[in-house]
């Protein structure tokens, strides 16, 4: 069997990295190498995991602070196995989580990556929604008109597909997951497995306004850098402009959100976007 890389993330979550290390370290696989990236972390991260006794646990530490895709890409440049799963420091896993997708490698080998159903959970472990990963092949043209994949945590790809595909964006601070999955979607084919083997813990904080900011900015981004495929995709185009006019609209930002709904009805017409258009003017 392969070896297979499993790469966290964390920061200041001292309360739950160790349920996620654990989860990593219980698969049925046992040919797997855990790197936990601490980005700085000012809690008893650093204890708490080296409390953890397992020869396939490497932890590394970040002086500073510097997010969550220089973490990643940290972990990916540590990384010896040939396929690379992330996961969040709060989330976890089934037990067959690994082992179910790298059969599914094995069965389809020019996929670049793989990725499951995921229950989204409270912090008290509540079902909160899930996401079926129903999509498989060439998803790109899905892809561009939202996050199909999903949360970073249900993700397995080939490490050779990574290193190609540049790394992580260090210049977004959110949907730098999204970005990564579309860069990948366009060259390679992917695997969805409808099995909930993915937990995502969604925590109740209230967004702040800088989050809103980083938000619109990582929209402006991405619809910039895939400009030329959104133009070829009207209505993933129209759908991404109605979601970035919705951000604009709870920063209180009508001006620019009447520009941008009206954009979208421009390119595809629909009765959302023209409603929300017209609240810009209330």
Known sequence: MPLVSVVIPTY????????????????????????????????????????????????????????????????????????????DSDDFWAKNKISKQLEAFEKNPEAGLCYTSVNFIDPNGKIKRVQRAIYSGYIYPLLLEKNIIGPTSSVMVKKETLLLSQLFNTKLNYREDYEMWLRIAKQHPVIGIDETLTFQVVHTNKRLSSDLTRRIESFEYILQEFKDDFEKHPKAFARQLYELGKIYLKTNNKVNARQIFWHSFTIRPSINAVSKYLSTFI
């Not at 990236?37 to 397992?54: A, L």
């Not at 969550?68 to 196995?81: C, D, F, M, P, Y």
């Open 12 to 87: 200041n979550r001292a309360q739950f990295v160790k349920r996620a290390i654990q989860s990593a370290l219980s698969q049925d696989l046992k040919n797997i190498e855990v790197i936990v990236v601490d980005d700085g972390s000012q809690d008893n991260t650093e204890e708490v995991i080296k409390n953890i006794k397992d020869d396939r646990l490497i932890y590394i530490k970040h002086e500073a602070n510097r997010g969550v895709s220089e973490a990643r890409n940290t972990g990916i440049k540590a990384a010896q196995g040939k396929y690379i799963a992330f996961l």
